[in-house]
């Protein structure tokens, strides 16, 4: 087996989650949450497209977790981040966190926009 050292540069690993909050980094944050090459902060939820759009062009990947369970994207959200050229997968919020981290060890260009558990 080989092992290899991550570097997460800044953009930081999902290290748990719980009602309400997620530890990205050591960093404990509440409420919705964006992490990704640019770092972390707080999300506007399915009303804040703005944000997520603003990634177009420095991931390949944007997941959506969408809380305990799995649900749609609005559709006009989903639409503005398909013509933006956003690659958007939507799962719950602990798959999302799990594959994010998967890919994220392995240098892929991702983002992750989550809804708390």
Same mark, same amino acid.
């Given at each position: 087996?080989?092992?290899?050292?991550?570097?997460?540069?800044?953009?930081?690993?999902?290290?748990?989650?719980?009602?309400?909050?997620?530890?990205?980094?050591?960093?404990?944050?509440?409420?919705? $949450? +964006?992490?990704?090459? &640019? #770092?972390?902060?707080?999300?506007?939820?399915?009303? %804040?497209?703005?944000?997520? *759009?603003?990634? @177009?062009?420095?991931?390949? $990947? +944007?997941?959506?977790? &969408? #809380?305990?369970?799995?649900?749609?994207?609005?559709? %006009?959200?989903?639409?503005? *981040?398909?013509? @933006?050229?956003?690659?958007?997968?939507?799962?719950?919020?602990?798959?999302?966190?799990?594959?994010?981290?998967?890919?994220?060890?392995?240098?892929?260009?991702?983002?992750?926009?989550?809804?708390?558990?």
């Amino acid at each position: 087996m080989r092992l290899n050292e991550i570097t997460f540069t800044d953009a930081r690993p999902v290290e748990g989650y719980g009602p309400g909050f997620f530890r990205i980094g050591g960093d404990v944050c509440t409420g919705p $949450v +964006l992490t990704g090459p &640019t #770092g972390t902060m707080a999300w506007g939820g399915f009303a %804040d497209a703005g944000t997520l *759009l603003a990634l @177009a062009g420095q991931v390949d $990947v +944007l997941f959506v977790g &969408t #809380g305990a369970d799995i649900a749609h994207l609005p559709e %006009d959200m989903q639409q503005q *981040l398909e013509e @933006a050229g956003l690659g958007v997968e939507v799962m719950a919020s602990p798959a999302a966190a799990r594959t994010y981290n998967i890919l994220l060890s392995e240098g892929r260009r991702i983002a992750l926009a989550m809804l708390p558990v």
